[in-house]
Every structure is written in structure tokens, then in C-alpha cells.
């Protein structure tokens, strides 16, 4: 797919420029209280993850990958990580992160491109995350190559957070955003010398049901996102209702008819 119709810096800079919080890196449409109630979702299926591996993160060298609102910074730090970095693709994220949080390092980097000119100011990381970030990068070269370049920043038996649609049909493609199969993906995984060691979803009814297409599912998000784009407050009452919910959703089901969540590990 050609990018000259989607210009990913210029797309994001002019979003978070008008569009503060979580808004501004979820769904947009949904508003502040929608998107409130589903970070809880996504952090708790983030935590859930990362609960095998939990005791090693204090003293850990981290890296997120697309910082946007710093919201998974945030995870990091409350879960004892020494050192942290982020990296996003515009300005105002970065400037933005710089001053939220001070004590950890920011850069303006395309994950996609080359990244050689920051190479050695990274270092190799313990455990790096991208959430909700990669999706975003359309042409199939660049995602490719973000995907290598991850991994190259990884410490030999360092572990790779990701999030995506992990379709099991062929891949889906839209304007800003590319859902590839979980085949296509576990085997990119695989030339990038990453394991995958648990996969579990990360949202199920609280976002667009991507990866099915059962009628009654479709039929209910609409009812969601539509009756919440009009009345905003019901995202609250929505939100709250789903939560519990999906909790138990996550640790029941195996896959999703949305995202999906998996650890990784530099072999």
C-alpha cells in the first residue's frame, strides 16, 4: 500500500494537537470516558501478560515503543523498572512525555526507518513494549523493518510486548491502519529471532470486533459506538458494565474477535 495518502507524522501530530489524553491516542470518537474504562482493560490485560515474567522487571532497562500519552511509562515505572525510555513519532509526544515524566528519556524516532543515528544512545533493552502502535505503520516494508528493529534493540532472552489484531483471515487494510494474520505475523516473529511465549486477548467487547464476523457482534458494537458518539456519558455507564467483564473474558478465551496481546522473547 502506498503511503502518500496516509502521512503517519503528520496524521498523529495534528491528532494529539487537538485531541488531549487517552482520547487522543484511542478511540476518539468514543470520548474521555469510553477511553477511560478501556485502558483499564487494556492495562489489565497488559499486567496479565507480564505476570510470568513480573519479577523481572525491577532493576530492568525498558523501551516503549509509540509513548504517545506515556500511559504504559506509567505501567513501567509502578512496576519497578530502573531505567526507561520511550520513543514516538512526533514532536509533540515527545515534548509532552519529556515533561510528564521527567525522570525517564524521550526520542523522536520512526521505528520504521533507520534507526542507526540513535542506535547507541539506546543500548539493548530487557523489555520493550509497543501497544497499539504498529498496526498504525501501513506500508508493509516499514512494518517489517520496525519489527527488526525492535528486536535488534533486545538483550538475547529480553521480552517483546506487543499488541495487534492478529487476524486469522488474510490481511485487512484501511487509510491509517493495516490488521495483518496472525500467520503472516508469527512468522515475521520468527525471522526476527523472537519467540512467542504466551498470547492471550487484550480487548474483546470493548472495541471493534476486527477479526469476526458474526452478525450479532457487529450489530452490538454498533449499538455501542454509535449510541456513545452521540451520548457521550453513556461511555461511563458502557465502560463500567464491560469492565468486569472483559476481566474475565481475558482470562477465559483464548483468542479475540478484536486485539490480542503476546509476549515475546529474543531467542
Known amino acids: 500500500m502506498s ?26 470518537k ?18 496479565q501478560i507480564l505476570f510470568p515474567v513480573a519479577q ?32 514516538d513519532i512526533t514532536p509533540i509526544a515527545v515534548e509532552n512525555l519529556k515533561n510528564t515524566f521527567p525522570e525517564s528519556t524521550f526520542y523522536q524516532v520512526d521505528i520504521g526507518g533507520n534507526i542507526d543515528s540513535i542506535r547507541s544512545q539506546l543500548d539493548q533493552k530487557d523489555f520493550i513494549s509497543a501497544m497499539d502502535v504498529l498496526f498504525h505503520i501501513v506500508d508493509d516494508q516499514r512494518f517489517e523493518q520496525a519489527v527488526i528493529n525492535i528486536s535488534s534493540l533486545l538483550k538475547k532472552g529480553g521480552y517483546f ?20 494474520s496472525k500467520e503472516y505475523l508469527f512468522q515475521l516473529f520468527d525471522k526476527a529471532g523472537l519467540e512467542v511465549v504466551s498470547h492471550k486477548p487484550f480487548m474483546i467487547l470493548s472495541n471493534y470486533p ?5 452478525k450479532l457482534l457487529h450489530t452490538y458494537w454498533y449499538f455501542i459506538e454509535n449510541t ?3 451520548i457521550k456519558p453513556l461511555g461511563h455507564l458502557y465502560g463500567a458494565l464491560l ?15 478484536s486485539s490480542e496481546i503476546v509476549l515475546l522473547r529474543k531467542k
Not at 495518502?5 to 498523529?12: A, E, I, L, V
Not at 468514543?30 to 499486567?47: D, E, H, Q, S, T
Not at 476486527?210 to 458474526?214: H, I, R
Open 243 to 257: 469492565y468486569p467483564i472483559e476481566k474475565w473474558l481475558i482470562k477465559k478465551m483464548k483468542d479475540s474477535p
Open 3 to 28: 503511503t502518500e495518502t496516509f502521512n503517519p507524522d503528520n496524521f498523529w501530530q495534528t491528532r494529539l494537537s487537538k485531541v488531549k489524553g487517552l482520547e487522543g491516542v484511542g478511540y476518539a
Open 30 to 47: 468514543l470520548g474521555k470516558a469510553f477511553n477511560i474504562w478501556a485502558y483499564k482493560v487494556r492495562r489489565f490485560a497488559f499486567l
Open 56 to 87: 523481572k522487571i525491577p532493576k530492568s532497562d525498558v523501551l516503549d515503543i509509540g509513548s504517545g500519552t506515556g500511559f504504559y511509562i506509567d505501567i513501567w515505572s509502578r512496576l519497578g523498572a530502573q531505567k526507561i525510555t520511550g520513543l
Open 210 to 214: 476486527v477479526d469476526s464476523k458474526n
Open 228 to 230: 456513545t458518539a452521540l
Open 161 to 180: 510486548v506487543y499488541s495487534d489484531n492478529f487476524v486469522q483471515a488474510g490481511t485487512i487494510r484501511t487509510k491509517h491502519q493495516v490488521s495483518h
